[in-house]
Structure formats: structure tokens, C-alpha cells
């Protein structure tokens, strides 16, 4: 179990590093605090399911701010003036799309095929997230002063 | 003669980053049509002349393997050109899809070049 948890998560750590960087042009990388940290306001959660010869969910945490600049930036377009909210959302929604994609590959190989469920954006209040960020799943990515805590779970597998 | 475009995915994003891609990739194209679902495309298929197909697999409501499979079974939809646009990484599946006539795949995240060379490739054979 514990190999499984490991190989799960550098999985996740290359997909959520490679993807942010061909998607959105963005740098980030997997800091480890002493102490874990905080959310002050309520981020925007990210999440999605797949199934197949394993199941399981991934997801994402970030600030709105950070959630602009990724839509901006996958969009090419202005943050300050063209980008709707509904945007952020639905880039948002993409990223963690792909993110699942390319973790499934790199965890599972090219063979399995695995049905991903649709991406959910919804709000998760900040004193959740703070506990949500506190478990043994959590990946926490650094892109410039923003933190980006990602978790995986890997539920069951099948012979 | 300029093409006419369909792109099915249910990601507003993606579609403007496709249609993006596909304005500069100075390909003569005449209108670019989209769909949330494989349900809608085939909608348009039947009400448009449409000669390429964009499509992605995971979907709500019909995803891209059905859409792919309802093509491949209607006579009038079968010649279509198909690219797949996809997350999905499995290679059975991607086999299953070109033994169901998708001439391409590529992999999601694309890039505006990729867009350009897949579509010079299907629709010119270079």
C-alpha cells in the first residue's frame, strides 16, 4: 500500500508539473513545509473521478487569483479585461481534465483504458481546506508567491 | 474550396483554444461549428455539410467513442474525416477508434503546431 501511495504520488507530482507548463505556461514545484499552509478565504476546489482497473479522484486546491492567471494564460487572454469567471471556472475544469489524463498515464502505463468523470468546480470553505491540506495524500505545489495543494486517491484495484 | 469545421468537446475552453489554433494555422477554412456532445454533433452532422470533425472522448450525454461508432454506421456521416482530441492515453482505445475510421489523435495538452501538422496531414495527405 505504502508503494502504491508513493508511486501514486510522484505520479501526480510529474503530471500536475508537466501539464502546467505545456498548458499554461507556468512553473511550479513541490514545496514541503514544516508547517502546513493556510487558506483565509474559501479557494477554488477542483475535482474528478476515474474508473477503470483502479478507481479514484484527484483535486485541486488555489486562490481565485490563481485560477485567473492559469485562465489567462491557457487562454491567451488579458486577465484584467477579457476573462469572465465562467472562464476561470471552465479552464479550471481542463487543467484538472489533463492533469487526470496524465497522471493515469504515467501511474498506469498506456494499456488500461479509464473513464474519467466530469470535472467539478465548487467552493470548500477555507477551514475545510486547511484540514483537507493536513492529510497524507497532499501534494503542495509553490507557483511564484501562490500555493497549489493537489491530492490523489486511488481507491480499489481489480486483478 | 474552404472547409467547414465541426469541434466537439464539452470544455469552452478547449473549444476556443482549438478554434484559436485552427485560425492560425492558415488552413482555408470557411466556418467553424461546435457541440458539447456527441448528441449535438451529430445534430449538426446531418444539417451541415461539415468535412472535418474535432472530437473529444470524455463527454456527458454521448461521449466521442459513440459519436465515433453512430459516424462510422450512417453511410452519409462514414467518410468524415475525424481527429480525436483527447486526455485519454489508452492505446486499445485509440486502436478501436482508427479501426472505426479517426484518421488522428492527439493527445491533450496540444500544442498550436500539432493542430497545424494533424490537420495538413488529414485533410492534404502532407
Known amino acids: 500500500m505504502a508503494v502504491d501511495n508513493l508511486l501514486s504520488s510522484r505520479a501526480m ?4 508539473i508537466s501539464v502546467l507548463n505545456d498548458m499554461a505556461a507556468t512553473r511550479v514545484w513541490v514545496i514541503r513545509p514544516e508547517d502546513p499552509p493556510r487558506f483565509d478565504q474559501a479557494p477554488m476546489h477542483a475535482h474528478i473521478t476515474f474508473e477503470g482497473p483502479s478507481s479514484g479522484e484527484l483535486g485541486l486546491l488555489m486562490e481565485n487569483s490563481l485560477a485567473a492567471d492559469l485562465a489567462s494564460r491557457i487562454l491567451g487572454v488579458d486577465e484584467s479585461r477579457d476573462l469572465l ?19 493515469l498515464t504515467q501511474r498506469f502505463g498506456y494499456e488500461p483504458a479509464f473513464t474519467l468523470g466530469v470535472p467539478r468546480v465548487f467552493p470548500l470553505s477555507a477551514q475545510a481546506c486547511n484540514v483537507l491540506i493536513t492529510g497524507p495524500s497532499i501534494l503542495i505545489f509553490q507557483s511564484g508567491d501562490s500555493i497549489l495543494p493537489a491530492y490523489v486517491r486511488v481507491k480499489s484495484r481489480t486483478a | 474550396m474552404k472547409w467547414k469545421i465541426l469541434i466537439v468537446d464539452d470544455s469552452n475552453v478547449v473549444k476556443a483554444v482549438l478554434m484559436k489554433a485552427l ?5 482555408p477554412i470557411q ?29 456527458p450525454v454521448m461521449n466521442g467513442v459513440e459519436l465515433v461508432e453512430s459516424m462510422a454506421d450512417d453511410p452519409a456521416l462514414k467518410g468524415i474525416p475525424i481527429i480525436m482530441v483527447s486526455t485519454d492515453g489508452s492505446v486499445s482505445r485509440k486502436e478501436y477508434l482508427q479501426s472505426k475510421g479517426v484518421r488522428a489523435y492527439v493527445r491533450k495538452p496540444f500544442t498550436p503546431e500539432q493542430i497545424r501538422t494533424v490537420v495538413r496531414e488529414v485533410m492534404l495527405g502532407r
Open chain 1, 13 to 16: 507530482e510529474n503530471a500536475v
Open chain 1, 85 to 103: 469567471q465562467e472562464m476561470v471556472v471552465d479552464a479550471v475544469k481542463e487543467l484538472l481534465n489533463v492533469i487526470c489524463g496524465q497522471f
Open chain 2, 23 to 27: 485560425g492560425e494555422s492558415g488552413a
Open chain 2, 31 to 59: 466556418s467553424v461549428f461546435d457541440a458539447s456532445n456527441g448528441k449535438e454533433a451529430l445534430d449538426t452532422l446531418r444539417t451541415e455539410s461539415i468535412d472535418l470533425v474535432f472530437a473529444d472522448i470524455n463527454m
